[in-house]
């Protein structure tokens, strides 16, 4: 049977990543900042964290060092498009190039290796009910997030930040503290992200191992329209995509036809997204006519 409590499981072990990077995106979007860049920060997080995980010997210190190592990265994208008011997009993709080349740069000095590190006494994650507790923390970031969003005063002016920040600044809310602050927080988060691929997922670092994850991630925000339920939904839709893919390469079909399954439901949902979003238009046009 194809779909069966197997393929639920593997689903929600590929959900992770991609759901704890797209929070830290749609809270971006919630400020007013489209952040593209979490690709590049999540590979940062891959790296960092069996790096510190293979020299202390502690996944835990991977994960803490990956976070900070992604918080500090999205700096790039703070400094940038708030300080200095460049194009987000622009610094975003600047950013997941940078990151390709650099850790494939540190790949090569750091172990000495290209391609891919593996070494049997890297520490992975412990799992808890077949998952790793960045698994259920990231569910509970959705609760979280949701309630900040919709109750709390925090959420309720981040909000006003990304839809006017005028207004918001006249009753004195700094827009560039809002921003600024939920970016190093979806650095944090792509930083977990990248722990849990690297060190949750599998157990290694290959170059460039995110493999349009954060890309993903991105889609999955403007599919939620940056809810915090949306955004899982449309996450847990990805990584369906991707246990499915995985459950059809063993079913015989070849791997480049598996491997591009999650990609494809991106692409379509762009373009229901798309759709949807140019259809009010279409009706306006025809009222005025």
């Known amino acids: 049977m194809f779909l069966d409590s197997d393929l639920l499981l593997s689903a929600l072990r590929a959900l992770t990543p991609i759901l704890l990077a797209a929070l830290g995106g749609a809270l971006c979007e919630r400020a007013g900042v489209f952040n593209i860049g ?6 940062m997080g891959c790296f960092t964290s069996v790096a510190t995980s293979w020299f202390t010997g502690s996944p835990w ?3 803490l060092a990956a976070a900070l190592a992604a918080a500090a990265y999205s700096l790039i994208l703070a400094v940038g498009a708030v300080t200095l008011r460049g194009d987000a997009v622009v610094l975003g993709i600047a950013m997941n190039l940078l990151a390709v ?4 740069f540190l790949l090569r000095t750091v172990f000495g290796v290209q391609g891919t590190f593996d070494d049997p006494s890297l520490a992975g994650l412990p799992l808890i009910g077949g998952f790793s507790p960045l698994a259920y923390l990231s569910w509970a970031a959705v609760a979280v997030a949701a309630l900040l969003l919709s109750r709390h005063v925090w959420g309720l002016r981040l909000r006003g930040v990304g839809e ?6 006249t009753l004195g809310v700094s827009p560039a503290k809002y921003q600024y602050g939920v970016i190093l927080l979806s650095g944090v988060l792509c930083g977990l992200a990248g722990a849990q691929l690297a060190l949750g997922n599998v157990t290694l670092f290959t170059e460039n191992m995110t493999a349009g994850r954060g890309w993903i991630a991105v889609v999955a925000v403007m599919l939620g329209r940056a809810a915090p339920l949306g955004v899982l939904l449309a996450a847990l839709l990805f990584g369906l995509a991707e246990a499915a893919g995985f459950r059809l390469q063993g079913l ?13 439901v991106t692409l379509g949902a762009l373009f229901l997204t798309t759709a949807r979003r140019r259809r009010p238009r279409t009706r306006t046009t025809g009222a005025a006519r």
Do not use: H, I, K, W
Request: charged share 10%; aromatic share 4%; hydrophobic share 50%.
């Open 252 to 264: 015989g079909l070849p791997q480049q036809a598996t491997d591009a399954a999650p990609y494809v």
């Open 38 to 43: 979490l690709e590049g920060m999540m590979l």
């Open 164 to 169: 006017a920040p005028d207004a918001a600044a």
């Open 101 to 104: 080349g650099l850790t494939s």
């Open 61 to 63: 210190l991977g994960v």
